[in-house]
């Protein structure tokens, strides 16, 4: 499974890093990514990283402020989400697949992790 941190309450502009670790196997194959949920809203792709780092991809509206990159036991992803708005606001989501073109062609992944929780307020 996998298991996301990191998430809670801060400013606008402010920044927060979110981790996602993998527990009970081994996702060092797979792509790994990152989804938003804004309340009452649908999950939207965030960013996605390919198994060996080597690729990332993240939304427009993000592309400027967030990256994403993974651990050293290449086990784990993380979300450095700087210049947060009150828009980013939403539970965060880390997922992974075998395939990186599951998150740059709008798929659904395999796995997916419960979730945190991010509030950006002024």
């Known amino acids: 499974k996998l298991v996301e941190s990191g998430g809670g309450s801060v400013e606008t502009e402010k920044s927060l890093t979110l981790s996602c670790v993998g527990s009970?196997?081994?996702?060092?194959?797979?792509?790994m990514a990152w989804f938003h949920q804004a309340p009452g809203k649908e999950r939207e792709f965030v960013c996605a990283i390919s198994w060996n780092g080597e690729s990332t991809e993240c939304a427009d509206s993000v592309k400027d402020r967030f990256t994403i990159s993974r651990g050293s036991a290449m086990n784990s992803v993380s979300l450095q989400m700087n210049e947060l708005k009150s828009e980013d606001s939403g539970v965060y989501y880390c997922?992974?697949?075998?395939?990186?073109?599951?998150?740059?062609?709008?798929?659904?992944?395999?796995?997916w992790g419960q979730g945190t929780q991010v509030t950006v307020s002024s």
């Open positions: 997922a992974a697949d075998r395939s990186f073109e599951t998150f740059t062609r709008g798929g659904s992944p395999w796995y």
């Open positions: 009970g196997r081994t996702f060092s194959s797979y792509a």
